[in-house]
């Protein structure tokens, strides 16, 4: 993990030390698929769960991820809604992070709601929530929000995710759009 850390602050995408700090803590490995837990390091995304031969669930690439984070330009006690929980990679390195604040992270599938779940047992974080639902309409029950990741893309922002963001609230969210040839 050393390396990865080491690339990623020379490369300018890592600046922030609570950042640092947080994935000095962590180990990505817990995060992805034991077959490819051996590129657990690398600066690629990486499959962290899959089912009958269909990838249910990925790791993002920690440059773009780490990017995203520092764009948040968060204070520690921030409320931070994180979607597209997946196996809880973002989810516990912003709980790391925001050492006063909160994480409400929001997965669609159960399963891979529970491999989270379980990886924050793992690392005693106790200031991160896991909601199983649909993040395109988040969490009305702990809004509002200070800060928004997603790294799963979104057809938009509903207006139901828009009114729990405080104002000033930052977002980072891919928007992935349809076309239709005719």
Request: proline share 2%.
């Amino acid at each position: 993990m050393r390396e990865l850390l080491s690339f990623l602050k020379r490369a300018g995408y890592l600046t922030d030390s609570r950042l640092e700090s947080a994935l000095m803590e962590l180990d990505r490995r817990d995060f992805v698929s034991p077959e490819v837990a051996d590129e657990a390091y690398s600066d690629r995304a990486l499959v962290s769960l899959a089912s009958s031969g269909k990838i249910c669930s990925t790791s993002t690439q920690p440059s773009l991820l780490i990017s995203m984070i520092e764009e948040l330009k968060l204070h520690e006690d921030h409320k931070v809604l994180d979607l597209g929980t997946g196996t809880g990679f973002c989810a516990c390195l912003l709980g790391k992070m925001l050492t006063k604040g909160s994480v409400v992270s929001m997965e669609t599938d159960k399963t891979v709601a529970s491999i989270a779940s379980r990886n924050l047992r793992r690392y005693l974080l106790s200031n991160v929530r896991i909601v199983i639902g649909d993040g395109r309409y988040g969490c009305k029950e702990e809004a509002m929000y200070d800060a928004m990741i997603s790294t799963v893309a979104l057809p938009g922002i509903t207006v139901e995710l828009f009114n729990q963001m405080k104002i000033g609230a930052r977002s980072i969210v891919p928007i992935h759009r349809s076309y239709m040839n005719t």
